[in-house]
């Protein structure tokens, strides 16, 4: 039973990676390989084995390995992006508030 | 003494409390407008800013050289200044040159003018040093299509005019490649004039280190790849 809800709540999510909008399209690829990763996980050794078999991949251990990694690169590049997006933001912040408070040695 | 008063001085700043006072009073002999960014300081540079008779921003967070920079360019262009220059806080240019890079900048129709070891003093820049230094301009030069012989060098002469036409949005080293690339995109009128670097044991240690050489390199890949 809860082998299914989560089949189905990991399917909705892979499924979501289509129609939500990213900024980035690693963000898209991390979800996509995420879900595939939790549905894989779930289902069990013999259907895992089944889908490496048919990619040509060779065991299910190693489908799951490949993906994890994929699934690890896709969130560092994910947060690298996130960092970098909030630096910028912060360093618009940062430079009106220094020109909004400019002291004027000159004028004192 | 030729009136300056419309070139400005352009210094961003983050921790030069040692040198900064000199450097200022030097400048101040020549010029009358200095703006400094400091970019987050802890060593003390502030107080003395303070006490000096400057245009002074202040960041409150370090964000490094690039926003420095630009914030001082944002400043500049609101004011009365016809050009600017941006010197290095260390010491390591020297006063005489700015001023020819602003004789240089009034007296032409250059929209900027590069400084370039490379023209005339390259035999005073450390070795290896100079190595990174030249992969820089050549990768940079590569990328932005432009031919000059020294990429990153902090003394530039730049008409007011010119820098709404220029974006920077890198905040780390490899700003001076973005700048570039905005010069060369925007077809903006430029040329080098020789400087001298004063290597001194003080600037040596506070430089850049190979270490920020991979960290240019890595912000001129993300430059490229955005392109």
Known sequence: ???????????????????????????????????????????????????????????????????????????INYTINKFETLNEKISILSRSIALSKINKNKDD | MQDFSKVYIL???????????????????????????????TDGSLDILKTLDIHLINHPINMGQGSAISTGFNYIYESDAEALITFDADGQHSVEDAEIFANAILD????????????????NIPFIKRCVLILATKITNYLSKM?????????KAIK?????????????????????????KRKLKYSEIPTNIIYTEYSKWKGQSLMNGF?????????????
């Open chain 2, 160 to 184: 007011k005019d010119s820098l709404s036409k220029i974006n920077i949005e890198i905040n780390g080293y490899a700003f001076e490649s973005e700048f570039i690339q905005c010069i060369s």
């Open chain 2, 108 to 123: 032409s129709d250059y929209d900027v003018i590069f400084g370039s070891r490379f023209i005339k003093h390259s035999k």
């Open chain 2, 215 to 227: 960290i240019i390199l890595e912000d001129l890949i993300k430059m490229w790849l955005k392109k």
């Open chain 1, 1 to 75: 039973m809860i082998k299914t809800f989560l089949v189905i709540l990991f399917s909705i999510l892979f499924l979501y990676g289509f129609i939500r909008p990213f900024s980035s399209v690693f963000s898209r690829l991390f979800l996509f390989s995420g879900s595939l990763l939790g549905i894989l996980s779930v289902i069990g050794i013999e259907q895992t084995d089944k889908i490496a078999n048919f990619l040509g991949v060779g065991r299910g251990a190693d489908l799951f390995v490949y993906l994890s990694l994929l699934t690890i690169f896709l969130f």
């Open chain 2, 11 to 41: 210094i961003p700043l983050y921790n030069e409390a040692e040198v900064i006072e000199n450097v200022i009073k030097e400048l101040s002999q020549i010029f009358q407008n200095i703006v400094v960014v400091n970019d987050g300081s």
């Open chain 2, 147 to 155: 031919h000059l012989t020294d990429t990153h060098n902090g003394m």
